[in-house]
């Protein structure tokens, strides 16, 4: 049998799994320490009260159902520095009402990457679209090599006017505010680069 993810695990902790699964993941954990303490390591993210200005994000897997993949004209190899990926989210209702705003897991925090303002945020409608209705957002990866973590966040356009002051010091306020309280949907990707 094969290690639960953390995914998993964060489901179990909600209560989110189904029955069958819920009791067998309830047998794992009777008979596996490590799996208790990472179970308890996660619980204890969830639950600690987040620190000023931070980030609070989901895991990779949960929120949007965002996925991360190479364009199909770059083949099966590996994601290098500078390589072009893309990430995918489910179809939205009314996407000409929500922008695009992406972010990066750099040094320990969330960084926005995209759009300098929230006043600049791209309407979901402009992206490109699969025939199965999934949006694609085209990035490229940038240095270290290792796990990244990407996300993409939409806000409610037109953009909430904020007052300039306020701006100049944290023009994400509203984001970061947002995404806290579940109010702005979000996905997060991981992707490999070599």
């Known amino acids: ?45 969830l639950t600690a009260p987040a620190a000023a200005g931070a980030w609070r994000l989901p895991p990779p897997g949960m929120g949007l159902g965002a996925q991360s993949a190479r364009p199909a004209v770059m083949g099966l190899a590996a ?3 500078g390589d072009r990926f893309e990430v995918q989210l489910p179809p939205q209702p009314q996407p000409e009402r929500k922008g695009v705003v992406v972010l990066r897991y750099i040094d320990g925090d969330w960084r926005v990457v995209f759009p300098d303002l929230p006043s600049q945020a791209v309407s979901l409608d402009r992206l490109p679209v699969q025939a199965d209705g999934r949006h694609r957002i085209f990035l490229v990866a940038r240095p270290p090599s290792g796990v990244q973590r990407w996300a993409v966040a939409l806000v409610g356009l037109p953009a909430d006017a904020v007052a300039e002051g306020a701006a100049q010091v944290d023009p994400w306020a509203g984001l970061r505010d947002g995404l806290a309280c579940g109010h702005v949907p979000v996905g997060v990707v991981e992707i490999d680069v070599a």
Request: glycine letters at 0%; charged letters at 25%.
């Open 1 to 45: 049998m094969h290690a639960p993810t953390d995914t998993t695990l964060l489901l179990f902790a909600a209560e989110a799994l189904d029955p069958d699964a819920q009791a067998e993941l309830t047998l794992e954990l009777a008979a596996d320490l490590t799996l208790r303490e990472r179970l308890a390591a996660l619980a204890s993210e």
């Open 79 to 81: 994601v290098r520095t």
